[in-house]
């Protein structure tokens, strides 16, 4: 518990009691939720905040508005993006599918090009 006393001392009180947390260590506090286990309620407590506000600043990371350090048990996985294959646009009429859209017995048959936004237009009217 010494430790954590010492890590938080990096907190520094405003006039009327509240942290003032650097980004160094808001940084830090944000990967550790990220450590396999971990919850943004444990971490939280752990370093005796609400865990909305830590919330917030999880949200800043995300929009790179902070910049977090590679803590131990942090893992990323990279990602690599294949070249589409041929889309249905790229085939034979003859090979497109049809979808059909069921609602009681109502059936309505769509080519397998219709747009996503029209098919889901149909589907809310009925």
């Known amino acids: 518990m010494e430790a954590m006393n010492e890590f938080l001392a990096d907190a520094v009180r405003g006039p009327k009691g509240q942290r ?8 830090r506090i944000v990967a550790e939720t ?8 444990g971490v939280a407590e752990r370093y005796d905040m609400v ?14 508005k902070l910049v977090l350090p590679n803590l131990d048990g942090v893992s990323f996985v990279p990602v690599a993006i294949d070249e589409p294959v041929a889309t249905l646009l790229d ?6 599918g049809v979808i059909d859209v069921l609602k ?13 936004e ?8 009925l």
């Open 104 to 116: 009681g017995d109502v059936t309505i048959r769509l080519t397998a090009d219709t747009p996503a």
């Open 20 to 27: 003032r947390w650097p980004d160094e260590l808001k940084a």
């Open 34 to 41: 990220l450590i396999d286990g971990a919850t943004v309620k």
């Open 118 to 125: 029209r098919i889901a237009e149909i589907a809310a009217a």
């Open 51 to 64: 865990p909305s506000h830590l919330s917030d600043w999880r949200r800043m990371a995300r929009e790179g």
């Open 91 to 96: 085939r034979p009429e003859a090979e497109m």
